[in-house]
């Protein structure tokens, strides 16, 4: 196959496209689909000040580095769970610290052990995600308010966000389908502006784009990462996008031009929003999950993290 572009050897096959790329061409792709991902959805500007949460795979460190490349302000934050399987935690946070040392980036990086004194194994519940996911919201929003960053960025892609969608969407979760945006406005003045520039790009691009661009990241998946329902719903969609290319997209895309409406319901919630008695962060709850967590005993906990506390 040959370059749709400059008719060089393709690299990558863009089915939902029709075309093939070759590695330079790509390349200037990725950074054209970002920046017009940025601007479409007016996420910021190259005199804001950026926080993006790094996890040391693929997707944060590529985002980094092509916002680093188009010219913006950004630094990384990494939130170090505890995650001693498998050496995950020390790995993800070596991938991040050797990406921002080579580029003389600033990387911050917070421990949950300082914050709940135990790591995320250590709460004794079988399925980590939802409180882990919980604990990531919650140190990367506090550190983006407090420290005064205009944006944090994810680098969540077009799969992730696809995949999420559709879970959402079986379940009738309208509260979480009212939040899913590229643009997650700040509803208090302890939340930060949410923002997902990499969110029209799809996994097989971002990895071919930390690939060629010989960015080193944590390769293998959180061990804990198996039982995410959001791997079951992304082979699915795999599997429908491979008969229909580019219904990935539209699913996703068409949704965010609809999304408004699901604004009231938003609302709603946005009314019930109190600051938790314990450490004054936004919740729906007399005390946040958060804090809940950190609170309890071993043994005491497995309740779950309720709609409220996705703030
Ligand atoms: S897979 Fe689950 S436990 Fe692992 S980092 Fe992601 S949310 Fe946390
Ligand atoms: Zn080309
Ligand atoms: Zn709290």
Known sequence: MKCKVCKRPAVINLRAQNRGLCASCFDAYVLDR??????????????????????????SLALWDVLVRLGYAATGL??????????????????????????????????????????????????????????????????????????????????????????????WQIGYLARQAPVLEPWHRKLSRKVKPMVLLTEKETALYAMLRGIRYVMEACPYAQG???????RILNRIEYRSPGTKQRFYTLFVRYNKLFKGIAQQEREGLQECEMCGQPTQERVCAFCRFKEERDGDLGREVSEGDKV
């Open 34 to 59: 970002v920046e017009r991902t940025i601007k479409r959805f007016r996420m910021f500007s190259r005199r804001e000040r950026i926080l993006i949460a790094v996890s040391g795979g693929k997707d």
């Open 228 to 234: 995410a329902t959001s791997l079951f719903y992304k």
């Open 78 to 171: 990494f939130i170090d769970l505890g995650i001693s399987k498998e050496g995950y935690s020390a790995r993800s946070y070596e991938a991040a610290r050797s990406f921002a040392h080579e580029r003389g980036l600033t990387l911050l990086v917070e421990r949950l052990k300082d914050w709940w004194g135990k790591g995320i194994e250590d709460i004794g519940c079988k399925i980590l995600c939802p409180i882990c996911g919980m604990a990531k919201r919650y140190l990367t929003n506090r550190v983006a308010v407090e420290g005064g960053y205009h944006v944090l960025c994810t680098g969540h892609n077009l799969d992730d966000e696809a995949a999420v969608l559709l879970l959402n969407l079986l379940n």
